[in-house]
Nanobody
Framework: QVQLVESGGGMVQAGGSLRLSCAVS????????MGWYRQAPGKEREFVAA????????VYGDSVKGRFTVSRDNTKNTVALQMNSLKPEDTAVYYC?????????????????WGQGTQVTVSS
């Protein structure tokens, strides 16, 4: 089992920045990938970014490339999402997720583990 707890959400004006953090506990290994998804009201869940726990390989969703940066700190067991140049369309509940491998995390994330989510609201 893997437990994930998000923090750092809030409200910000368009063009601003926020940093989300996810505390990771439980049975993880270098085979795991951690990442972020988001879901806005009335919309489908959307992949945001992921990072492999071992090598630090990253992958991003098209809508956030160049604006968001995902990172992990193996010593602190945390995963972070630095969000810059925020837009109103970034408003959503952001979920931390973990799965065995980045392919599983990005293609069949429901096979992994999820946090409770944190709200991010970007005002225009």
């Amino acid at each position: 089992q893997v437990q994930l707890v998000e923090s750092g959400g809030g409200m910000v004006q368009a063009g601003g920045s926020l940093r989300l953090s996810c505390a990771v506990s439980g049975r993880t290994s270098n085979s795991y990938a951690m990442g972020w998804y988001r879901q806005a009201p009335g919309k489908e869940r959307e992949f945001v970014a992921a990072v492999t726990w071992g090598s630090g390989q990253t992958v991003y969703g098209d809508s956030v490339k160049g604006r968001f940066t995902v990172s992990r700190d193996n010593t602190k067991n945390t995963v972070a999402l630095q969000m810059n140049s925020l837009k109103p369309e970034d408003t959503a509940v952001y979920y931390c997720a973990a799965a065995l491998g980045i392919v599983t995390l990005t293609t069949t994330p429901d096979r992994g583990y999820w946090g409770q989510g944190t709200q991010v609201t970007v005002s225009s």
